[in-house]
């Protein structure tokens, strides 16, 4: 099959990646890449809203490791606005959005991120679609077409057996 248009050439990534958020000092996190979901939403907790010089801030810990609450993170970032944004369950929710850099497939660029609470949810982060248009296709075939990282997070050891 032969690729035409805009979409000649960009890198391809699965339905789910690993990527960092170098701003937020998280080197590895797991994402769901979800196209259905026009917003990205990052799982933060204990978010604190606050003015400094003018501006509007968030102050939050993250979680990156799924399903765990170890090497929590916490991190800081300006406020570009709030949005209210509707779950796949039709539950309306009003969220603090900031805009932070992602780093995938040798690539970094900015992207706007809400802020909410992901705990019950499978992945710690979502990356929607505006946040890979025009940068990736997305092949909801496959996972980790990025590789997975020796060094993430969460990565258990095994115990290495001794001989008798």
């Known amino acids: 099959m032969t690729m035409r248009g805009e979409h000649a050439g960009l890198p391809t990534i699965g339905w789910r990646e690993w ?3 170098p701003d937020l000092a998280v080197p590895w996190i797991k994402v769901k890449v ?20 003018g501006r509007t801030f968030a102050s939050f ?17 300006a406020v570009i606005e709030f949005r209210d944004v509707r779950s796949s369950g039709g539950h309306v929710t009003r969220r603090p959005v900031i805009s932070t850099h992602v780093e995938l497939l040798g690539q970094r660029w900015p992207i706007e991120l809400t802020l909410a609470s992901r705990d019950a949810m499978g992945f710690r982060m979502l990356l ?34 001794r001989e008798e």
């Open 19 to 21: 990527l960092a958020l």
């Open 34 to 53: 979800d196209t259905g979901a026009r917003s990205s939403a990052l799982h933060a907790f204990d978010v604190d809203i606050f003015e400094r010089d």
């Open 61 to 77: 810990e993250i979680h990156p490791i799924q399903r765990s609450t170890r090497g929590a993170i916490r991190a800081e970032a």
């Open 128 to 161: 929607g679609r505006e946040a890979v248009r025009g940068r990736l296709l997305v092949d909801a075939g496959h996972s980790y077409v990025n590789g997975v990282p020796a060094s993430r997070p969460g990565k258990r050891r095994k115990k290495k057996r």
